[in-house]
């Protein structure tokens, strides 16, 4: 068995974010208030992490039964054994037609994914809880 990995679906709402941050920030600098600049730099600080979460984050299922999620290079990465999941949920977010597949792996933990494959992802990790079985 190999190691599978599933990529972050990038959705508009986060690359809204990313270009409003981004927005606000280059007209604080543009600005000629000290205080405004300040705030512009913690921005600009703000802009490159919430960047960074997007684009670096992954899902990876490795060989020897875990699932790795990670979240960008500022975040510790978190590990589930794949015979601890509970259960799978698609769910939708309110307001938006975006969904995610919220995970639960133990008593009240939980961890929300959002790949680009959503039913290929829970079919691999329920075919993987089957051959651990």
Do not use: W
Not at 18 to 26: K, P, R
Not at 80 to 85: E, G, K, P, Q, S
Not at 103 to 113: A, C, L
């Amino acid at each position: 068995m190999a190691s599978r990995t599933y990529q972050h679906k990038v959705t508009l709402p986060a690359v809204a974010v990313i270009v409003l941050v981004a927005a606000v920030a280059f007209s604080f600098l543009m600005s000629r208030d000290t205080a405004l600049s300040a705030v512009a730099l913690v921005l600009v600080c703000l802009d490159v992490i919430i960047l960074e979460r997007v684009i670096h984050t992954s899902y990876t299922l490795t060989d020897d039964g875990m699932l790795l999620v990670d979240r960008g290079r500022f975040a510790r990465r978190q590990t589930i054994h794949v015979c601890d999941i509970l259960r799978m949920e698609l769910r939708k977010t309110p307001l938006s037609r975006m969904h995610y597949i919220l995970i639960e792996y133990g008593p009240r933990k939980f961890v929300s994914v959002q790949t680009d494959n959503e039913q290929g992802f829970m079919a691999e990790i329920t075919r993987r809880q089957k051959l651990e079985a």
